[in-house]
């Protein structure tokens, strides 16, 4: 699997793997990978080629296509609201050490803020880089394809969370998501509520497509394409 390693600065790392990306930030004392890959099963080797500091591990949230390399981790730091999604829907190992809404990580002069942002999943986060001024949001703030289909996922959930993370715009300039364009402006966070409003509201024509072989709707809503469950699933 190739990846594409991309240096944000001194001590933050892109690693893109063409669809899925995941985060290396570094302070003084720890390092902290922000998911672990798709396909990729060696993120823990690639980070410590960039830092010697000891390595810890964050997961947004437990879909596949962010813990590829969670086997390579005894533990990691988890929302335990996506404890079903990650060992029983996808038959994750290891164990889960719980991050809350409101905790605070601190990589040695690098304090992470953990937001909780429900509604891609039950337990979806978002980690605040203050100091840097930039956030990473996982899936729910992109301009990508949001999969909002299956019964873990809710979108009225999910537009409460855009209006409380919009709550905290005055304090990051940008917001680097795992899927989409990255980096994208925290102007997208409120397009993305009334992009979803709009969906919810039935005034955007959806188009059926399939997504691992699931039927789903399709919703092109200008900042994002919203993925639903199919009328008659």
């Known amino acids: 699997m190739s990846v594409k390693v991309s240096q944000i600065d001194e001590s933050t790392w892109e690693f893109d793997e063409e669809g899925a990306r995941f985060f290396l930030l570094a302070g003084t004392e720890k390092a902290l990978l922000i998911d672990s890959g798709m396909m990729t099963k060696n993120a823990k080797e690639l980070a410590e080629e960039k830092t010697s500091l000891p390595l810890f591990l964050l997961n947004t949230h437990a879909d596949r296509d962010h813990i590829g390399s969670n086997d390579e981790f005894e533990s990691f730091y988890m929302n335990p609201a996506e404890c079903s999604n990650y060992y029983h829907g996808n038959h994750g190992s290891g164990t889960i050490v719980p991050v809350w809404d409101g905790d605070v990580l601190d ?127």
Not at 114 to 136: C, M, Q, W, Y
Not at 156 to 170: E, G, P, V
Not at 202 to 230: Q, S, T
């Open 107 to 233: 990589l040695g002069g690098r304090p992470l803020l953990i937001i909780a942002l429900p509604g891609h999943t039950p337990g979806s986060i978002a980690v605040l880089d203050e100091k840097n001024r930039r956030i990473f949001t996982g899936d729910p703030v992109q301009d990508g394809r949001i999969f909002m289909f299956g019964v873990q996922r809710e979108m009225h959930a999910y537009r409460h969370s855009l209006l409380r993370l919009q709550r905290f715009a005055d304090r990051f300039d940008k917001i680097y998501p795992s899927h989409g364009t990255c980096p994208v402006k925290p102007e997208l966070i409120m397009e993305l509520y009334e992009a979803s409003g709009k969906v919810l509201a039935g005034e955007i024509p959806g188009c059926r497509a399939k997504v691992f072989g699931k039927p789903v709707m399709a919703y092109d809503a200008g900042a994002a394409v919203f993925l639903c469950d199919a009328a008659d699933e």
